[in-house]
């Protein structure tokens, strides 16, 4: 429940893009207001105001923290976004470590009338890192998908892709994949059998196998959401008949693969396509 | 013409401008009714901020203006998205305006004032609500309707999903 709502699955919004305006302004008005202590000799203040600009930019920082290492926690570990997540937590950390130690510096120097050197190099390399910082979180939702969508997925999605193969003969086989034992109702498995990486889910009792990618901008299925028989894309709301692979919402038009799912010898398989000529 | 636009739309960054202008106002506002709420123990230091987080915020919002109209006119009008950012554009101008005004009533006191208290106040706390409101049907347009995710990233999407053996539609 607690992740649910640090996900923001109520607001049907992700929190922590919402939360990191604060941090991201608030310590740029403190700079600014760093920057104005030299241009307006006669403003008096501007450093004391800085200071607390960037006293309630940290605060605002560590609040938004904890919803975002929820949501870093939550991406796929062999996600392409997920080293860009990695670079955009570290910077952060080490973005609010520099600010800390900014506060503490400066705080002697509150009645001076410009903000000492020290001080405003800190701040300089601190506005620096977050932009490439924020920079990448951004390249995380715009790019990545990161968060879209995701608080219309009822059920936790896959951790990573299990692989699984074929063996050498190369003629169409079925491939035994135990973890789906395991799945509950509305539940997902990312697959990749010999490069061909499917969605498995499981509705009402019956497993269905199709392809994970949407077709129209190519959004993870694995993660969507499901209603009957359909699977939602959570980038773009384009929906799927998983039984048959077909359209019934745009704005997706080309249908699906789906792969045949049998049970043999008491254990779930499923029919990985014939070996193909690998296209260069 | 193509070369504003596709600057407004933040191609040459990898990244739609819209989003990373409105962090501004949409962290300055706030501010300035906090700083105004805490003018009543910290005084005029409280009034001076407030007046400068307005002052930028005002700022950074002209600057968003054009890059979300932008934004918007690329969505087709019959997508609910159309309406939630009509709806997100109009709310806004009205954010902005009220804090125009709020500006305009603080210029030749802030520097002296030790209180924020009445009108101004009052419009800040109007302007905030409101600002939170138009905030977040901005991020429903993302994160529900998946406006500008994966538009320039579309050819990396694709190539993953090819090499993933999807079904792809035609180029």
Known sequence: ?280 | MKWLLDFLKGKWLKHPLHPILVHVPMAMWPSALIFDLLSRWNGNAMVRLSFYAIAFGLIASLLAVPTGVVDWSGIKKEKPAWKIGLYHMILNLVVALLFAVNLGLRVHTYREETIVVGAPLALSIIGTALLIGSAYLGGLMVYDYGISVARMSKKKWRKIAEAGGANLPQK
Request: contains cysteine; proline residues 6%.
């Open chain 1, 1 to 280: 429940m607690l992740k649910d709502f640090l996900e923001g699955k109520p607001f049907r919004h992700p929190l922590h893009p919402m939360l990191v305006h604060f941090p991201i302004g608030l310590f740029i008005l403190s700079l600014l207001l760093d920057l104005g202590s030299f241009a307006f000799r006669s403003t008096p203040n501007l450093v004391r105001d800085a200071f607390y600009a960037m006293l309630l930019g940290i605060i605002a920082a560590l609040i938004a923290a904890v919803p975002g290492f929820v949501d870093y926690t939550d991406i796929r570990s062999d996600h392409p976004g997920k080293r860009t997540a990695t670079a955009h937590l570290t910077l952060n950390l080490i973005v609010v470590g520099l600010y800390g130690i900014n506060l503490g510096v400066r705080s002697s120097t509150l009645d001076a009338f410009k903000t000492p050197v020290g001080p405003l190099i800190l701040s300089l390399v601190g506005i620096a890192l977050l932009s490439v910082s924020g920079y990448l979180g951004g390249r995380l939702v715009y790019d990545d998908g990161i968060g879209v969508g995701r608080h219309k997925r009822r059920t936790s999605t896959p951790e990573n892709t299990l692989h699984l193969t074929r063996g050498g003969n190369g003629e169409a086989v079925f491939v035994p994949v135990p973890e789906a034992e395991s799945l509950r109702d509305r539940e997902t498995l990312r697959v990749e059998i010999d490069g061909q990486v499917i969605a498995i889910a499981k509705l009402d009792g019956n497993f269905y196998a199709f392809q994970e990618f949407c077709t129209h901008r190519f959004g993870p299925l694995s993660e969507g959401d499901f209603e009957g028989f359909n699977v939602q894309c959570p980038w773009h709301n384009s929906c799927f008949d998983v039984r048959t692979g077909k359209v019934t919402n745009g704005p997706a038009k080309v249908d699906l693969k789906t792969f045949k799912v049998e049970t043999h010898d008491g254990k779930i398989c499923i029919g990985a396509p014939r070996a193909t000529e690998k296209s260069s």
